[in-house]
């Protein structure tokens, strides 16, 4: 069975909970040990993403990326915000913005497992399906 890097991630994190840096030192120094016996030494830079991002989920902060055809301006922006620190119940919110001319208008906004897709390309294939039916 393969692990996926936020699998490795999730595990570490749990196993660093509670430690002293001395005992860090040695389970990360082990767990370098058996990712390389593992061959899952090249997911590393992927487990370290997903580690960093549950150290910040657990402080309370959150960054999502959105997704727009063009840059959003600041309101936008501060409505999504407001709207994701109370959907997520993170303290703080960071946007790490990707324009994407092809989703025509609207965002598609991700943050965890989850995605908010309000893009004009979805809805128009939406109602096109709907059409169709």
């Given at each position: 069975?393969?692990?996926?890097?936020k699998q490795y991630a999730t595990g570490l994190y749990e196993l660093l909970a509670d430690k002293s840096s001395s005992e860090i030192e040695k389970s990360i120094a082990d767990f370098i040990v058996f990712?390389?016996?593992?061959?899952?030494?090249?997911?590393?830079?992927?487990?370290?993403?997903?580690?960093?991002?549950?150290f910040k989920k657990e402080s309370g902060e959150l960054t999502i990326e959105v997704i727009s055809a063009r840059k959003l301006s600041k309101a936008s922006k501060d409505v999504l915000k407001v709207y994701l620190e109370k959907k997520s119940k993170a303290k703080d919110v960071s946007f790490s913005e990707v324009i994407n001319p092809e989703i025509i208008g609207g965002f598609i906004a991700r943050y965890d497992d989850k995605v908010v897709d309000g893009s004009l390309k979805s809805s128009l294939a939406q109602f096109s399906r709907q059409l169709s039916n």
């Open positions: 069975m393969k692990i996926s890097p990712l390389n016996k593992s061959n899952d030494f090249s997911k590393a830079d992927n487990i370290v993403s997903e580690l960093e991002d549950l």
